[in-house]
C-alpha cells in the first residue's frame, strides 16, 4: 500500500524558514514525478513545486526564489526548503504522486506564518 508521510510543519517567523519531508513506501518511487500542494481553508488546492526523477524542478510564481524542491531517490523522499516564508505562505502542504491515476496525497503537514 503506497503511504506518504509528511513532516516538517510548525510555528515559525515571517522571513523565517522551514524544510518539509515526504517520505514515500509502498513501492518504488524512482521513476515518478513527485510535488509539493498546498491548501488554506476556502481555498483550492493549489501547486507549490514538482521535481522529476531527473531532479528537474518547476515552480509556482508564488514561491520561485524563496522555495526549493529536492529529493532523494535512494530514500523515496522529496523535500521542500522554505526561506523568506511570508503569512501569505501559512497552509497545510501536501506531497503528491500523480501517476498512475488518480495518483496518491499525503495526510499533509500545517504551515503557519505568524508576523
Known amino acids: 500500500q503506497v503511504q506518504l508521510v509528511e513532516s516538517g510543519g510548525g510555528l515559525v517567523l515571517a522571513g523565517g524558514s522551514l524544510r518539509l519531508s515526504c517520505a514515500a513506501s509502498?513501492?518504488?518511487?524512482?521513476?515518478?514525478?513527485m510535488a509539493w500542494y498546498r491548501q488554506t481553508p476556502g481555498k483550492e488546492r493549489e501547486f507549490v513545486a514538482s521535481?522529476?526523477?531527473?531532479?528537474?524542478?518547476y515552480y509556482a510564481d508564488s514561491v520561485r526564489g524563496r522555495f526549493t524542491i529536492s529529493r532523494d531517490n535512494a530514500a523515496s523522499t522529496i523535500y521542500l526548503q522554505m526561506s523568506s516564508l511570508k503569512l501569505e505562505d501559512t497552509a497545510v502542504y501536501y506531497c503528491?504522486?500523480?501517476?498512475?491515476?488518480?495518483?496518491?496525497w499525503g495526510q499533509g503537514t500545517q504551515v503557519t506564518v505568524s508576523s
Open positions: 509502498g513501492r518504488t518511487f524512482i521513476g515518478d514525478l
Open positions: 503528491r504522486v500523480p501517476l498512475p491515476s488518480p495518483g496518491y
Open positions: 521535481i522529476t526523477t531527473g531532479k528537474s524542478t
